[in-house]
């Protein structure tokens, strides 16, 4: 990603609790954010990414 310079976002289990509200209400407002990574571990319980148009498994 940062050889072709896509923009992106990373939530795992190091995050913030208090900061992963603010990371995705960020993917879904900002149009330059190529990519959120996320575990699903930390971030696959209540999270809601209408903004995004692919899922990778």
């Known amino acids: ?6 923009t992106y976002m990373r939530l795992d289990g190091s995050s913030k609790i208090s900061e992963r509200r603010d990371m995705v209400a960020d993917f879904q407002s900002r149009t330059d954010i190529f990519v959120f990574l996320l575990s699903t571990r930390a971030g696959g319980l209540g999270i809601n990414l209408t903004a995004a148009d692919t899922v990778r498994n």
Do not use: A
């Open 1 to 6: 990603m940062v050889y072709r310079k896509h």
